[in-house]
């Protein structure tokens, strides 16, 4: 696996193999003793056959888990204002 990894990195840095035609691309492969997977994929230009090469799967999350979290908001508590005692009334005497 680490060699077909190589072999990507390889075809990626170098223009005339990435934009090769596929005839081209595949004698290039087998000169330079690639996978039977990768060159069975560029040959079928199917990439999943390549993919079980290297063990990957498909990355899909469900949609539930993409949306944000759902937060409570606090609700503050009002602070309870001691009542006022009224003064005494103070009547007058006649």
Do not use: Y
């Not at 060699?3 to 990507?8: A, P, Q």
């Not at 223009?15 to 330079?32: N, P, Q, V, Y």
């Not at 888990?65 to 908001?73: D, G, R, S, V």
Request: hydrophobic share 40%.
């Amino acid at each position: 696996m680490s060699d077909t990894i190589e072999l990507l990195d390889s075809i990626g840095k170098n223009a005339s193999l990435r934009h090769a035609a596929k005839d081209e691309l595949t004698a290039a492969l087998e000169h330079a003793g690639a996978s039977a997977a990768l060159r069975a994929a560029v040959a079928a230009d199917d990439r999943a056959l390549l993919s079980a090469e290297l063990g990957s799967r498909m990355n899909q999350a469900p949609q539930v888990f993409n949306t944000p979290a759902h937060e409570e908001e606090e609700q503050e508590e009002e602070e309870e204002i001691p009542a006022r005692e009224a003064p005494p009334v103070k009547t007058l005497k006649h």
